[in-house]
């Protein structure tokens, strides 16, 4: 779909509900590095207003697009062999929120991506994906319980040991 640069800044805009609004000074020179590139081009035909140029994907900037959302897709893979570094630079003392933010965060990413995609995936998917995310979050729940049934007893004789020595 043809654009002029200003409907790419507001269309950023847009999608990450404001957070991210990229300034003239930041995209014009991002889309001539695509043209240069032959990502993307302009219209050859002169316009009435010669300044506002409309831009367009070439079929080598489709393939290009394909391939960076293979390396997307792959990211998960990557990211699990560097997280462990990022696990080591949580202090103890902020895990709690970490844990119950990124929690929540991560639920939001999935909802999100399943409800903005659903239309475009046949209904037998979805019910896969949806079942295996079921599977997913009865481990997590089984894992839960697991690990509160381990600190339970230890919790008891902290607070069996705490009331002994005000006594």
Same mark, same amino acid.
């Given at each position: ?13 847009? *999608?990450? =509900?404001?957070?991210? !609004? ?12 695509? +043209? @240069? ?9 002169? *316009?009435? =207003?010669?300044?506002? !140029? ?12 394909? +391939? @960076? ?99």
């Amino acid at each position: 779909m043809p654009v002029h640069g200003y409907e790419v800044i507001q269309d950023i805009e847009s *999608r990450t =509900e404001g957070a991210w !609004r990229p300034g003239a000074g930041s995209l014009y020179p991002i889309l001539k590095k695509l +043209e @240069s590139e032959g990502l993307i081009e302009t219209d050859k035909i002169p *316009r009435e =207003e010669a300044t506002r !140029r409309v831009y367009h994907i070439t079929p080598k900037g489709v393939h290009s697009l394909a +391939e @960076s959302k293979e390396m997307l897709t792959n990211f998960q893979h990557r990211w699990s062999f560097m997280r462990k570094i990022f696990i080591e630079l949580i202090d103890p003392e902020n895990v709690a929120s970490f844990f119950v933010d990124n929690s929540n965060r991560q639920f939001q990413l999935a909802r999100e991506i399943l409800e903005s995609k659903a239309s475009k995936i046949p209904e037998r998917d979805i019910e896969y994906i949806l079942k295996e995310y079921a599977l997913g979050l009865e481990r997590q729940l089984s894992w839960a319980k697991g690990m509160i049934s381990e600190i339970k007893p230890r919790l008891m004789a902290t607070t069996t040991h705490r009331k002994g020595k005000t006594q």
